[in-house]
């Protein structure tokens, strides 16, 4: 294999992939290792994020999502269908033709780029060498340049197998082949909220959610975390907070679980039980002692602002490094650091990443949330428009939720935007672009946004912070 390439990436999920690609497109010699095989053994590009991540989980969120809209969401409308049956073997197979077309694109962009792409797994040594194995097979690669970007993987809980059949991770609740009737999860975070309603949606009769902390979702804005609680509840999502498990058992196809709360020991039985308490760096074997890369107690490769590791010429991005665990936010650094590297000046605006929770309502956000002001002593207004004061929501029946913009008092500038309601996915961009333009509450005011449309409610949150919104009543109290 040729050795003198400049930059070699290892891990082609979204921060690795998108990296090689940006340092072939910038004209550098690149290659791009990965170690992910698919259920055929054929090597499968794209990570967590395509392989078992953000796109089967949304590729289910949606068949799911229309399945029980066809059940219960049509009549409304006038539109009276027969019996709704759910083929769960075709849902299937459509998330992994999802999962395939776009790994095999991510190959076909390596090509259309000029990326070399090297099946295998990677071990950095010193002086900037990786050894490959493949198999049985042993090379050695050297690069001007290595970039890191191996991504994480489930967190284990002590005790409790993951034997792939009863007790999963969330790969694992990706690919159920029928549907639990009793689903436990434990952690109620972004993955258990996610999965847990696809599997609701299909018909498990019971699903529980056990969460180690007293609050729920405190990532997101207090005021949005506690509509979200008060839906999912509805929904039929069982959410047990300040539940910690004390002990796991399979026994005859079941899984038993004792789990503590506030008020002493429970036990609960269930057909499957998820996995789901985070995420944490893959970076084990990642690298030899001489190769003397700095890692910190939890694996996180240390790097400073721009993704430089200890180690001169090597970098990392992605989930291996600070910051949230996103595909974008990994991409994002990805295109940093080949910039960086073909000498032009690059950073990421670590305020302005977006978050989004893809449950119904979905939730989005971006910046700081109202409890994150009040505690650094910031001086903010608030302006909040409901949904059900949209046009657009009550044509398309879909209004619970509202969005809510912050700005700072002084000087207007907006600090948080949060979501909750429909399409906010989408939504979302609107805010983070405002804010990465270093926008103030009086621009959104100014902008013409069409009607009737959802953005509209964002108009609407912006005007309302200075108590001038044109669709609510009482438009209340906004100075905190
Ligand atoms: P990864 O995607 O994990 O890719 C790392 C790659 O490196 C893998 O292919 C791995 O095999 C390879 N690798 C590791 N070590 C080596 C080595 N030594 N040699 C060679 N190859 C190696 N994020 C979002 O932004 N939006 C979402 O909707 C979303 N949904 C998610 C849903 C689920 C169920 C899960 C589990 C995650 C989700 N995430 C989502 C998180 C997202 O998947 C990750 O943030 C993202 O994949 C991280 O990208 P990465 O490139 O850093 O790592
Ligand atoms: P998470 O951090 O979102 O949630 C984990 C939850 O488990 C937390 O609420 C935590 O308090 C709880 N927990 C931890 N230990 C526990 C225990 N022993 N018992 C009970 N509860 C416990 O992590 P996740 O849901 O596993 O997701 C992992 C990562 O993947 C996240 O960082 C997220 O950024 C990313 N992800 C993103 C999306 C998205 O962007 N839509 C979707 C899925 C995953």
Redesign the pocket.
Same mark, same amino acid.
């Given at each position: 294999m040729s050795d003198n390439y400049q930059v070699i990436v290892? @891990? &082609? /999920? !979204? &921060? +690795?992939y998108v990296a090689a690609i940006r340092c072939a497109q910038l004209g550098l010699k690149t290659a791009c =290792?990965? &170690?992910?095989l698919d259920e055929d053994g054929k090597p499968s $590009? /794209? /990570?967590?994020?395509l392989n078992? @991540?953000?796109i089967p #989980?949304?590729a289910l969120l949606e068949s799911s999502e229309q399945y029980a809209h066809a059940r219960e969401g049509l009549n409304d409308h006038g539109i009276a269908v027969g019996k709704v049956r759910l083929d769960l073997d075709v849902m299937m197979r459509r998330k992994q033709r999802v999962v395939r077309e776009l790994t095999q694109g991510i190959a076909q962009l390596f090509r259309a780029n000029g990326v070399t792409h090297v099946s +295998?797994?990677?071990?950095l040594c010193a002086d900037r060498k990786l050894v490959v194995r493949h198999g049985d097979r042993e090379t050695t690669m050297s690069a001007d340049n290595v970039i890191l970007? $191996? @991504?994480?993987l !489930?967190v284990r809980l002590p005790g409790i197998d993951i034997d792939g059949s009863h007790v999963v991770d #969330?790969s694992g609740a990706?690919a159920f082949d029928k549907v639990p009737k009793r689903l436990g999860i434990i952690g109620a975070g972004v =993955?258990g909220l996610?999965?847990g309603s696809v599997w609701r949606r299909l018909g498990a009769t019971q699903v529980v959610l056990l969460e180690a902390q007293d609050s729920f979702l405190p990532v997101a804005d207090e005021q949005v975390s506690k509509l979200a609680l008060r839906s999912f509840t509805a929904q039929g999502l069982d959410i047990r907070l300040g539940s910690r498990v004390v002990s796991c058992k399979v026994t005859r196809g079941k899984v038993a679980l004792r789990y503590q709360d506030g008020e002493g020991e429970h036990d609960a039985t269930f057909d499957r039980l998820v996995v789901a308490v985070g995420?944490r760096p893959?970076t084990n %074997?990642?690298a030899s002692d001489t190769a003397g890369l700095l890692l910190d107690e939890w694996g996180v490769i240390h790097v400073d602002e721009q993704c430089r590791t200890n180690l001169p010429g090597v970098w990392a =991005? @992605? %989930? &291996?490094v600070r910051g949230p665990?996103?595909?974008?936010k /990994?991409s994002e650094e990805g295109v940093m650091v080949a910039e960086l590297i073909a000498g032009k000046v690059a950073h990421v605006d670590y305020d302005t990443i977006p978050s989004?929770v893809?449950t119904l309502p979905e939730i989005a956000w971006v910046g700081r949330s109202e409890q994150e002001l009040r505690a650094t002593g910031v001086a903010f207004r608030s302006g909040v428009f409901p949904f059900a004061a949209s046009g657009r929501a009550r044509a398309m029946g879909d209004t619970e939720g509202f969005i809510k913009v912050l700005a700072d008092e002084k000087t207007d500038r907006v600090l948080g935007v949060h979501m909750i309601g429909p399409q906010v996915s989408e939504l979302i961009a609107e805010a983070v672009v405002s804010m990465q333009l270093g926008g103030s509450a009086e621009d959104i005011a100014l902008t013409v946004f069409a009607h009737p449309s959802l953005s509209e409610s964002f108009h609407e949150a912006a005007m309302a912070l200075h108590g001038r919104a044109i669709h609510i009543s009482r438009p209340g109290r906004n100075k905190r």
């Open positions: 290892v @891990g &082609a /999920g !979204p &921060a +690795g =290792i990965d &170690a992910w $590009p /794209g /990570g967590t994020c078992v @991540g953000c #989980s949304k +295998g797994r990677a071990q970007a $191996p @991504g994480s !489930p #969330s990706l =993955i996610e999965l995420r893959n %074997d990642l =991005i @992605g %989930d &291996a665990m996103l595909a974008h /990994g989004v893809y």
